[in-house]
């Protein structure tokens, strides 16, 4: 029997007037905060310059609301060129 995930979809875009100089490096790994630990894993990325989509399976699958988890983005680069913040995302 195939084990039960969820999936996240993250989608991501500079705004800024100057997209056409920008390409982003989307070095990053989700992390839920909860009750209950969640286990992300990647399971696809695409885009380019100003956009980039990343897909994530997170295991045990989540629950029908979401109010009592937080979701963290924690950068991944083995080197980082230049200081990356944690965004946390409500």
């Known amino acids: ?4 995930v969820s999936i996240v979809y993250l989608d991501i875009r500079y705004l800024g007037e100057d997209q056409h100089e920008i390409h982003l ?3 990053l790994m989700l992390e839920g ?3 209950q630990n969640h286990d992300a894993r990647i399971h696809g990325t695409r885009g380019g310059g100003s956009h980039t ?9 989540l629950p029908d609301t979401l109010e009592q988890l937080e979701f963290s983005l924690i950068p991944s680069a083995m080197f980082i060129e230049n200081k990356i913040r944690e965004v946390v995302l409500d």
């Open 33 to 35: 905060i909860g009750e």
């Open 53 to 61: 989509e990343r897909q994530f399976l997170i295991s045990p699958p």
């Open 1 to 4: 029997m195939p084990e039960q």
């Open 25 to 27: 490096k989307s070095n």
